[in-house]
Structure formats: C-alpha cells, structure tokens
C-alpha cells in the first residue's frame, strides 16, 4: 500500500461480522474486499469488492489475499494452509495462524490455558470408550461432550446424562471423524464476555466487561455494565489480558467467562474475531468492536472503549419463521434504540439482527430493547 | 417492492451525504443504488450497485430511478424533468420536485417565505442596472449578491463594496446567464442550523438546534446544544416546522438561521437532504440525520433525534495540500473522538472528512475535537 492510496483489507468470509466491519471501515476510508460463499452473503450484499470462492480452498485464500493489503477474518473456518501460502506471499494476516489455533481448536486451546495457569473447567480428551468412564467417575453425571472444532453458537455442544448415551454419541462422533472432549458441568451463576482489541504494538483498548445471555448455546443478550464486584472485574480484565498477550492477538479478542456460585471465573473459550457479545460497542461505546478490529489489523491507534452511557443492552433479533422484519420497523422515536438488520433471509431461529439500548438505568434500558427487539421479530 | 424483498433506494449524486446514507442504510437493511459521475465518487468507492451517468440528464434519470423503489438526492444539482420523467413512471422522488425548487432556487426560495410571513434578509431580484442602485439606496454598501442557483460552500456568493465594483460582477453574471438577487449584509452573531426529518405521514423528528461556524462561506464548525436562549431555541424550531410542513418536505431538512445582534432570527436558506451541519447527529443522537432520512424516503417511523450527551462538537477536516490523512489517524484511545474519512483525494481546502466528540462540557469537548480534526488534516 502506498501512503497516498487508499488500504485494503481482506476479510475471508462474509457473515454479519464482515458486513459490521465494512461499515465501520467506510469511516475510516478503508477499503475492504470479501471472500464469500455467495452473493447473497450478508456482507456480500453491501460490498463493493466481493470475490467468490471457499475459505476451505487454500489456493483461493491465496489468491484472494494477494490482492489485498493485509487479510482478516469473519469466522474461524478457514484453511489455514491457505493463511500460510498469503504469508509466504507477503500478506499479513491477522489473526496469524499461531493465534487462530486457539479459536480453532478448543481442545488445543484448552490445554494450553491450563498450562499458563488459568482455570478453565475440568476436561479430558475423549479417545476411547473407556475415557467417557474415567472422566465420569471424576466429574460425574451430567457431563458435557464437545467437537474441538467446528462448533459455533450451540452447535458441536452436547449434554450427557449417562454412560450408556454418551457411548452412542461418541461412536457416532468418532465416526463423522471429530475430536470431542469431556467437560465438566459447571453451576453457572453469570456468562461474561471480555473483549479487547489488541493491535502489533501491544496496545490494548479494553471494553468494559459484558454480562451475557444464553439460551441453547446462543447468545440472546449482552449487557455493560455487568453486575458483578470490581474484584471480579479486574479478575476477569486480567485474565483477558494474559491471554490476549500470550497468543498475540491482533485485532479483537473475546473471552467468555463462566462465573460459578463460589464466585470463580473459569475461562470457557475464547475468540479472535468480533464477537456477538460485542455488538453493544457499536452504540454503547466510543469505538466499536468492528472499528477497533479494523484499526488494529492495521497497526493503527486504537480508539477509545469507554461506554457512553451507565447502561448498554444488546437483545438478538431471532427470526421467528420466515417473517420478514423490513416490513414492521416499528414506531421507535420514543424509544432511543439502535437497529441493525443483516440483510439475511429469516429462517426459524437464524440471527437476523440486532437491537442496541442506552440509558442512565438497565431496569429501563433493557425492557425498551427487548420490546423493538420483539417487534422486529414480529412478535405483535 | 415486495413484502419479503430487499427495499432499494436510489442515490442521484455519490458524494460524502450519499456516502454516509449507504452507510446508515446497511443498518437498516436497505439496499441504495447510486447514480455517480464517476468510479472515483466518494460514494461509488463504497457502493456494489453505482451506475455512471449524468444528474442533468434527464434519460439518465428516468432510467436509473426504474431500477428502485424510491429515488432521493445527494445535492440539489438534479435535472427536475429526469425527477418528474421517474414520477410518471411511478417510482417516487423523494424530495419532490416542488419541494426540491425551494433549495434549487434561491430567489424563488426568498419570495415564498416573504410571502408565508418569515423574517429574510433584505432582497432584490437584479435584473438591470438600475436595480442594483435602488437596493444600495435601500441596504446600503457593502451588500451581497447571490446566485439564485447553483451555489453551494460558499461558490456563488460576492460581497460587493461599491456601485462600480457591482456593475462590473451584475454585467459578468448576466453575461454567464446567471439568474442574481442583492442582499443586506446583516450583522451576524451567531449562525444556527436547524434540522428535521420529516415524511409523508407528517411525523417529525426535531434535532437539537445547531450552532455553526462558518468561514467564507464554508462549515468549519457545528456544535450542540447552541448557546442560545430557550425563547430563540423554540422560535427556530417553529421556524423550521413552518417551513417543513409548507414545502412537504420529505426526508431531511436543513434552516440555516441567523441569529443577528438585536436578538432577531432571519431565514438564511434551507436544504432539503442531509447537511453539514447535522454531521454530527452520527455520533451524538440517537439517530442520525443519514438513517432518519433513509427512514423518511421510506416513509417509515422516525428514530429519535434526542442527543445523548450534554455537549457535541464537529470540525470538518479541510483538507492541507494533498497530504493524506490516512496515513496519520492519530493516537486518539484517550480522545473519545469519531472519526469519518470520505475517500477523497485532498486538495487544498476540500473538505475530506469530519470528527464528532461528545461529552459534559463544551469547554472540554470542543478543543478536543479540533485537535484530532487538526492532527488528521496534518498540521503537526
């Protein structure tokens, strides 16, 4: 890139985090350029610069890159051969492969943490029948079985409720070729999310600790600030910290936290990428995940996390059936609530959209974005 | 359009306000397509659907406007016959072509909120030497003499010291083909902007009134809350409902007030799209100016136009020379600043981009802003 041209980034994969990336980018008079399934891909419908092709194709990957400046990513899927042969070719990629690793492989990930020294819940690799057993007498009955990759928003997560069920899925795992992982069930008290955006200079921008929601393994809402003691808050940042300078990341990092009845954090797992829990920062905070994801690919300053109000609540927009939510934007100029629609075609379930609140006071703030949020979905 | 597609709006003209309703419109779920001079057009560097063509050519417009749902305008300077070929065609044009004559004509403009009984400056159509010494006989020297059309920042504006000096611009003018009106000079003490979104149902969204800062003719500066009394603050917005409701304005409005030393509010001029002075609604409302009037074109509800912070201030980055901004985002993670880049090549003097903080305190807020504004245009 020369100094008087304009930069472009290359984002492989062209989900609703792509999409959020490229209207931030529009402020920062980045260029981005998409590598996406299809045309219809969220982000793809609004992008300028859109090449078609599979992030499991290492030669597409490579030459998809070699037209761009430095390369990022909207999800974890991606062939990493593909992120090596764009950096023998000159191209930074960001996350590198090193620092993916860790997102892609949960199982990797975890043995690793365990190795700094963080908690993260009782685990054990499941190889062989007798594993389940083992592992069983030491966390007991419910258990939770986990793909080390592949899984996203509940997906790759089962509940076991006994040896003669757990057997049954692993061998029909084992099967489809998957690593899987037990993992102890833990008596959740509170989800919270860290997120930070990291860029090479080891400058960090912190965002403030998010509470999370989830039903199913799918995130329904995000709130800042959580309600926990600034003990647990520095607790958490700190963790976020060790991580995010351990494996380097560069742009955003998420950490989801599991905060049990004693009072613990354990980490779950983490991400290197612009995270659900995350979308409040569009209009809670200062910078967004999205702009300080893109800054830090570029090595550029980070902006500032700092939330704007006392209270940020993020509800999803959950398609209910195949209603459209275009056509009932509803009556909000009373309700100060951001919407943000993906362009994407409902589907029972799917994420659609979301829907950002702020106010002085969460009792309030939080009602009012579940209300637009229920409208959007078409609920009345 | 149907129920379950995506809406398409078309954008004649592809600048920074074009640019910046592409990017509010991603949020939305709307789909714009441009109508752009050039590839080159800050607007048509971020859009996947630009088509290349002329705004004064009719043809151009008609088959362009075909393509959408609705059409709305990035500046003034559109062939209202193309406007009115879309509008048999069935497509609506969003501001009307009635509406729209009231920006494009100033002098057209002038004699109509004579007539609805709003305070104007003092003014002449001149149409022959003699008119201009009867209005000096009137006004005074210096005076100033417009264009009725086809000014904008400044460009068709003179200030004229003496009958000699005005003769020799009235007698080049006419020579051009240039419609001109004379002008009192009036005693600025403060310039105001005041903005609404407006559509078909009548619903309003009021936004703060805004104070300016203009040089030659040029925003510098737009700060809110303006520093004026609640009395001025509710006949401005008066004023601009008035103004709204008669010319049906659908979509964004813009009245530029002055405030002169004896307290008084004279009607400079009106736009009817989106306008400097309401940049810096992105950061500082809850809904922009860009997104309220994408939801007016489709004659959706309104988004609040209530600010959330005490204090915010926008500077526009004038460009220096042709450096670069893009190479030097400054350090700004202490500075709570937004920055909007619109992917123009700089050259002395255009406007290339602004910067919104927000916060308590004026006192605070605005060196703040002009400082990252400074940094940004290069000057240290």
Excluded at 109 to 118: D, I, K, V, Y
Excluded at 316 to 329: D, M, Y
Aim: charged content about 20%; proline content about 5%; hydrophobic content about 40%.
């Amino acid at each position: 890139m020369s100094k008087t041209s304009i930069p472009t980034v290359g984002i492989i994969g062209a989900g609703q985090l792509a999409r959020m990336m490229i209207q931030a980018s529009i402020s920062l008079g980045i260029e981005c350029r998409i590598l996406a399934k299809s045309l219809d891909d969220s982000a793809a419908l609004i992008s300028p610069n859109v090449e078609i092709g599979d992030p499991n194709d290492p030669i597409a990957i490579e030459a998809f890159a070699k037209k761009c400046d430095v390369v990022t990513l909207d999800h974890e899927l991606v062939n990493v051969e593909g992120l090596k042969l764009a950096i023998e070719a000159g191209i930074p990629v960001q996350p590198t492969p090193e620092t993916l690793r860790y997102a892609q492989d949960k199982l990797y990930q975890r043995n690793q943490f365990t190795a700094l020294g963080l908690r993260v819940p009782k685990f054990k690799a499941l190889v062989s029948e007798s594993d389940l057993l083992e592992f069983s007498s030491d966390v007991g009955w419910p258990l939770v079985v986990k793909s080390a990759t592949g899984g996203y928003d509940g997906h790759g997560v089962w509940i076991v409720h006994s040896e003669a069920d757990g057997q049954v899925l692993l061998n029909q795992l084992w099967g489809n070729g998957l690593r899987v992982f037990g993992e102890e069930l833990i008596d959740i008290q509170m989800e919270l999310a860290v997120l930070l955006a990291r860029r090479t200079t080891g400058e960090i921008a912190m965002y403030p600790v998010v509470e999370t929601y989830q039903k199913d393994g799918i995130c329904h809402e995000a709130s800042i600030p959580a309600a926990i003691s600034n003990e647990i808050r520095t607790s958490a940042e700190n963790i976020a910290t060790v991580i995010g300078e351990h494996i380097e990341v560069v742009g955003i990092m998420a950490v989801e936290l599991f905060l049990d009845s004693q009072g613990q954090l354990t980490v779950n797992e983490i991400a290197t990428r612009p995270h659900n829990s995350g979308h409040l920062t569009i209009d809670g905070c200062s910078t967004s995940q999205f702009e300080n994801h893109m800054r830090a690919v570029m090595n550029w300053p980070l902006g500032s996390a700092t939330p704007i109000k006392n209270s940020v609540v993020m509800v999803n927009i959950l398609a209910a059936g195949e209603k459209n939510p275009l056509a009932t934007i509803p009556d909000s100029q009373s309700a100060e609530t951001a919407i943000h629609l993906y362009g994407k075609i409902p589907r029972e379930g799917r994420k659609i959209g979301h829907v950002t609140s702020i106010g002085d006071d969460r009792e309030e703030v939080a009602p009012r974005a579940r209300s637009i949020a229920s409208k959007l979905r078409g609920d009345s």
